[in-house]
């Protein structure tokens, strides 16, 4: 098999996810994951696909050419090698951490020292701001040798640090 990353952004529109999709279903892909999502005004996919044909990079990146050009699109693609291609899913605890509070510079960069302090790896991260408020959800996984009651005392003195709202609790991940 063959793994590849392909991102594609650009302003906004209907039919992006069709036109992409319907490419990535010409050539024969199987969709193994994705994150699709509306930013400003600005509309970005990313894919990570497999096959078992024999494509480059560069064959991928002609077979989007022609929607790159009529949907003013963007389009990255980066072979991910069989060996680098992590599909079995970690032992280690998941949280939710929800940070909400007043919006000011710095949330997101606190937010994410205090986690690669305390080695806690991020599996995804939404921000978004609405008038004053701004809110953080991140899903993350506690590495074996960091406690929860130790976590939570380091959530407590950041959320005195930047003066913000934050929740935190265990998730079940549910193996699809």
Same mark, same amino acid.
């Given at each position: 098999?063959?793994?590849?990353?392909?991102?594609?952004?650009?302003?906004?529109?209907?039919?992006?996810?069709?036109?992409?999709?319907?490419?990535?279903?010409?050539?024969?892909?199987?969709?193994?994951?994705?994150?699709?999502?509306?930013?400003?005004?600005?509309?970005?996919?990313?894919?990570?696909?497999?096959?078992?044909?024999?494509?480059?990079?560069?064959?991928?990146?002609?077979?989007?050419?022609?929607? /790159?050009?009529?949907?003013?699109?963007?389009?990255?693609? $980066? +072979?991910?090698?069989?060996? =680098?291609?992590?599909? @079995? !899913?970690? *032992?280690?605890?998941?949280?939710?951490?929800?940070?909400?509070?007043?919006?000011?510079?710095?949330?997101?960069?606190?937010?994410?020292?205090?986690?690669?302090?305390?080695?806690?790896?991020?599996?995804?991260?939404?921000?978004?701001?609405?008038?004053?408020?701004?809110?953080?959800?991140?899903?993350?996984?506690?590495?074996?040798?960091?406690?929860? /009651?130790?976590?939570?005392?380091?959530?407590?003195?950041? $959320? +005195?640090?930047?003066?913000? =709202?934050?929740?935190? @609790? !265990?998730? *079940?991940?549910?193996?699809?």
């Amino acid at each position: 098999m063959k793994y590849f990353l392909i991102n594609a952004y650009g302003k906004d529109k209907v039919g992006i996810v069709a036109s992409v999709s319907k490419i990535l279903y010409e050539l024969g892909f199987n969709l193994e994951d994705s994150t699709m999502s509306r930013l400003g005004g600005e509309f970005t996919i990313m894919l990570l696909v497999e096959t078992d044909k024999n494509y480059t990079e560069e064959d991928i990146k002609k077979a989007f050419e022609n929607i /790159e050009k009529d949907l003013g699109l963007n389009i990255y693609v $980066k +072979e991910i090698l069989p060996e =680098d291609y992590k599909k @079995e !899913k970690s *032992e280690n605890e998941v949280y939710r951490i929800i940070v909400y509070g007043a919006d000011k510079p710095g949330i997101v960069y606190k937010v994410a020292k205090l986690l690669a302090d305390k080695g806690i790896n991020i599996i995804d991260m939404t921000t978004e701001k609405s008038g004053d408020l701004y809110v953080l959800i991140t899903e993350v996984e506690l590495p074996e040798n960091l406690s929860f /009651e130790e976590f939570q005392k380091d959530i407590e003195n950041l $959320k +005195e640090d930047i003066n913000v =709202d934050v929740s935190c @609790e !265990k998730i *079940e991940v549910i193996e699809l």
